[in-house]
Every structure is written in C-alpha cells, then in structure tokens.
C-alpha cells in the first residue's frame, strides 16, 4: 500500500485520479432546503481516503476545523450517500462529544446532533464512514475499461459531498490537505502538488 498527500487545496481545485445512489427521501422539517445557515464555518479540512479501484467502494477520515458562531446541538451539513460509523466533535482542551450522522434529503444535506449544545468558538469534527462508488460522472466513481479498474473524481455541481461530508458551498474557500490510500502498484494523480508518497507493506 502507499499513501500519497496533497498540499491544500480548495474543493473546486480538487480532481483525482486512480488507475488500476441516489436516496429517495424528503427533507424532514426544519433542515435548511439551501443554504445550510451560518452556525458554522469551516476553517480547514483534512481528509484520508482509502480507495481500492477494484472494490465495490471506498472508505474514509475526514477531520473538519469549524467555528461555531451559536450554541448549537444539531449542524447541517452535506454528505449524500455516505455511511457514517463515527462522528464527533472536540473543542480544544475538552473531551469529544460523539454525535449521531443521518442523511435528510435526497441532495445531501445531512443532521449531525449532539446528546448537548457545543460552545461558540473553534473546535474538531471528525467523521469515519464508508460509501459505494457512485455512478460515473457523479463524485468519486469507478470505470472498468479492458478489465482494469480506475476511480475518478467530479464534484460539479453538488457531488463533492458523494465523496466526503463537509460544507459543500462556494460561499467556503476552505483549505484542504488531502490523503489517498491505495495499493503500492496504482498510480495517484492530483492537479495539486505531491507533498509525500510513503510506501508500506
């Protein structure tokens, strides 16, 4: 396996490639149907992706610095189609407070709710999910051409958020340092500079 990082990047920089579902569901009341409002602001993303071309899907870390402008128990935020094992939030010098993740429109937006209000001020979202590859041309997808598998990626307009939750809205120009993990003999290529390749067994 190898691990290739980005420098940052912001989201509508980013295009990778490797070689080698859309949800019917209506908006439940009270979740924003387009802007997800302004109790949150990321500040910067930083993102671990294991995709294995040659699987059904791919699998993910995505670390979110936010700060929030009101006390809130429940953020908005996008994810469509995204498997969510773990959420939480941690404030510096606090422990973190594990959050319950669920999808709440078919475009994406999806509840993070905590069992407690969050302080104003900066703090951690940490995410763990998995997802399937999506359909081509739709996010992170896969092609198989002649046998071989390739994952691409095509975030235009609202698909970032098939790939990683976040604040998917170009109202955020958010730095990103990006990870991909995949076997040692696929190639990673990015329209961001390399910053490191680490080779492992």
Known sequence: MHRVRTCPAALLALNLALFATGLAMAAEPGAPA?????AARPLAYRLELTVLP???GFSGQTAIDVELAEPVRVLYLHGN????GAATFQAP???PVAGTWAQVDATGVARLEFPRALRVG???LQLEYTASFARPGEGLYKSVVAGEAYAFTQFQPIDARRMFPGFDEPGFKTPFDIAVITRAGNAVVSNTPIASIIESA
């Open 34 to 38: 387009g802007r997800l409002g302004n």
């Open 54 to 56: 040659d699987q059904p």
């Open 81 to 84: 189609g995204l498997n969510v």
């Open 93 to 95: 010098g606090a422990a």
């Open 122 to 124: 900066r703090g951690t």
